[in-house]
């Protein structure tokens, strides 16, 4: 009996001592190392328990599970990449992964990118084509697992966020509709530098769509080319598409570009001026003129 007695309790001080090693104990403590673990969407306590043993970070995967659904956090675990060490216990492994502190990885959409851009950058597919001019430039924080739609999602979003109430009760009350300012703003974007410069170009594109003037603007033919040069040809000028402002009046089809919060107030704030043209040097100077005489000097000293 006392024999008995004495292997129960050797057996539970050997179980404890695993127990305490395996949950409170690193793989190497005071290590200075560091590794990368990616916690996949959809992947529940058991997996990511083999996965931390696989890389090395913990003795034990039952334990890990055992400890996390004890402490209530197994279904707390998130997706993303994270920052371990094998110097960490199992207790700090978990709140880690509970509390969601993982490797913050940023994209930057640039004013002016059109979906060909953006969806280079992103490395995926064409995107929709509705998707133009809605996909707000700024920098967004992204998960490693973040498909291309949530991403898509997260700059919608910005985009409803960024134009507000008051943005949109003066949209209305101008009687004009979200969309239309989107594609003014997206040829302000394209064509103009400055904010102030913007405003200018915003009031001549509008008086010209009420004096049923086309627009003719250049950015709108490179739209259609694809081509990076600023020069037109004059071929260009007769490509029948309804994108083409030269041929065919009032805007264009649909944003050219995704403009960013400057050429949509531009859009929206318009400057009226005694101005009916303009045109951007090579410097991104913008030269205004009241007259088409005016302008056809401008274009032989400034463009030459």
């Known amino acids: 009996m006392k024999y008995f007695i004495t292997l129960v309790v ?19 403590p005071g290590s200075d190392e560091t590794v990368i673990f990616l916690v996949k969407k959809g992947e529940g306590a058991k997996e990511i328990a083999i996965h931390l043993k696989e890389q090395g970070l913990i003795r034990y995967s039952s334990f890990f599970g055992v400890y996390a659904l004890f402490e209530g956090k197994a279904e707390e675990l998130k997706a993303g990449e994270y ?28 004013e002016g990118w059109n979906l060909k851009d953006i969806a280079e950058y992103l490395k995926t597919e064409e995107l929709d084509p509705s998707l133009e001019g809605y996909l707000f430039p700024d920098t967004y924080e992204i998960s490693p697992e973040d498909r291309i739609e949530e ?37 302000i974007e394209k064509e103009v530098r400055t904010f102030e410069d913007k405003k200018i170009v915003s009031g001549i594109l509008w008086k010209r769509l009420e004096n049923k003037m086309p627009l003719q603007v250049d950015a709108t033919i490179t739209y259609i080319t694809g081509r990076k040069s600023t020069e037109i040809l004059q071929e260009e000028l007769e490509i029948d598409s309804p994108y083409n402002t030269y041929k065919y009046k009032g805007l264009p089809f649909g944003p050219i570009c995704n403009p960013g919060m400057e050429s949509i107030l531009a859009a929206i704030y318009a400057q009226d001026s005694e101005y009916w043209f ?27």
Do not use: C
């Open 83 to 110: 920052e371990l060490s094998p110097s960490m216990t199992v207790p700090e492994i978990v709140d880690k992964l509970a509390s969601g502190e993982m490797i913050k990885k940023t994209i930057t959409i640039i």
């Open 10 to 28: 050797a057996i539970i001080l050997i179980a404890g001592f695993l127990i305490w090693q395996g949950i409170y104990y690193p793989i190497e």
């Open 151 to 187: 991403i898509v999602e997260k700059m919608l979003d910005n985009f409803d966020k960024k134009l507000t109430l008051e943005l949109r009760e003066e949209i209305v009350s101008q009687e004009k509709t979200i969309h239309e300012i989107v594609i003014t703003a997206s040829l």
């Open 278 to 304: 303009y045109l951007s040097t090579p410097e991104g100077e913008t030269i205004f003129s009241k007259t088409l005489k005016e302008h056809n000097q401008a274009k032989q000293e400034y463009l030459k």
